[in-house]
C-alpha cells in the first residue's frame, strides 16, 4: 500500500480480510432526507476484561455508538482502574487497541466519511446520446460538502449502460475526493444496476458485465463497503435532474461546502 499512512494500512488490511469483495447490505446508517442530506457515522462497540476481586476473567462487549464517541467511553471505562485487555471493534469487525485506534481516526478525521451518492444515467434513443447525472454528500473536518456533476456520453446502447456508467463515473469521483477504506452508501432508481451490484440479479448482457467489473474492481480499489438502496426516481430529482441537462447540452460540475 504504498503511498499511505500506516493507521490506513491497518484499515486497509483488516477490511481485506473481512470481505475481499466489500459489497453487501448491512446497514451502515440512517439516511436523513431534509437536503441535509446526513448519514448516521460508522459504528463502533467495545470489549474489555473487566478485574474482579475473584480469579474469574469476566468479558463485556458494548452495544453500538457513533465513531466520535469511542475515546470518551474508553477513557471513563479505563479511570476505573479495572479494565484491562480492552479492544475497539467497528461494524466491520475491525479492532484495534486504544493506541492504534487513537492513530487511526486521527487520519479518518482529515478524510471524506458519511458518504453517500446519488446516481442517474439517461439515453436518447434518437440520437444514441447518454447523460448521467452524480450527486456525493460527505463530511470533512466537522464540515458538510457537495458535489455535482454530469456528463454527455457517446457510444452507449441503452439506458441500462448509461446507469452504469453513471456510477462508474460516480466511484472515479468519489476517488478524486480522497474516499478510501470506509462505508459508503449508494442510492439510485435503477433496480437493474443495483440489484445485479449486491448480486441479487444475475447479469447476462456481455457489456453491462464489463461495466460491472470496472465499478467492482473499483470498489475494491478504493476500500469501500458499499450499501446500496433502490429508489423511485421522485427520491432521485437531483441526480435526474443533472442526467437529463447533460442531455441537452448543459454540463454542471461543483463541489461546496454546504452550511
Known sequence: MEGISQAECLWAKSLQCNNPHYTNNTNVGQYHDSIGKRVIDLKMKLKFKYESKTNSDIWFESSWFPRKETLVHVDDLLKTGR????????????????????????????????????????????????GIGIVIYYDKGGEHFRVRKNEQLEALDNNNEAEYAALHNALLLLEEIGVKNIPCTIKGDSQVVLKQLDGDWPCFDDALNRWLDR?????????????????????????????????????????????
Open 215 to 259: 465499478i467492482e474492481e473499483l470498489i475494491r480499489k478504493m476500500g469501500l463497503k458499499v450499501t446500496s438502496e433502490v429508489l423511485n426516481r421522485n427520491q432521485n430529482k437531483e441526480a435526474d435532474k443533472l442526467a437529463n441537462q447533460a442531455l441537452l447540452g448543459t454540463i454542471v460540475h461543483s463541489h461546496k461546502r454546504l452550511e
Open 83 to 130: 479494565v484491562s485487555e480492552l479492544e475497539i471493534i467497528d461494524e466491520m469487525e475491525n479492532s484495534w487497541n486504544k493506541k492504534e485506534y487513537m492513530r487511526l481516526t486521527r487520519e479518518l478525521d482529515r478524510q471524506p466519511e458519511n458518504i453517500v451518492v446519488y446516481f442517474d444515467g439517461g439515453f436518447n434513443k434518437e440520437d444514441g446520446r447518454s
